[in-house]
């Protein structure tokens, strides 16, 4: 590990990646099927997630959405390719998409009293309820020299009593749904909740078990939903920055 760092540093390559870099990469790229999709349901049965369905239209629940790629080959067309920008968004719904509707500027939509509380700055306790790790490999890359969180005032903090936001991953296991639910009474208002990754919108692969939920919602209120399996550190830095109203920064 010294050797790493010692090369990357002779190489100067750690750069921090500027405000206007994380906004031009910083949206989840989901798959959308063009004009030459006929409906056939070839990709239907591909999907892993079910998160494919047809009805008068292509439609994709990316909250169900593993990213996985599958339906990308199975299409005889060659109709479907990973072209939709998905940022995160203050609606569930908001992460249906269908083919032929124009998908418009979504943005997160917080109270009011929340703003004027957070002001400029946030502090984030990040919350695994029966994640893969793979969110949390995402969660530990903010805090790194190319993402640096905490140039924008966000931080990671060791107790809820501290924290302004829950960052929830997984799909709230049986046997942390305790631990979450005194963790979110720990946390003081006005509290937000942020679900991040497919696995904590809406359960992804392990939920609607006996032994897992179907995501966050499902227990608590929450306020950002941020899509990827698992998201890329721009997609959650961007989430927070629009949550703050910071993406005027430059």
Known sequence: MLDIIKRRVRDRRIETEPLAILRQQGCTRAPMADSRCDLCGDCVKACPASAITIEDDWIIDTGRCLFCGDCVPAC?????????????VSQRSSLVLRRNSTLPE?????????????????????????????????VNSLSNPIYDLERFGIKIVASPRHADMLLVTGPVTRNMLPALLKTYQATPEPRLVAAMGTCAISGGPFGGTYAAGSGVAEVLPVDIFIPGCPPHPRTVVLALLEALGRLQVT
């Open 76 to 88: 005889p067309k060659a109709s479907i390719s990973l072209s939709a920008e998905l940022p995160a």
């Open 106 to 138: 979504l943005k997160i939509q917080l109270r009011d009293e929340v703003r004027q509380v957070l002001g400029r700055s946030l502090a984030i306790r990040e919350v695994d309820a029966g994640s893969c790790n793979g969110c949390e490999v995402e």
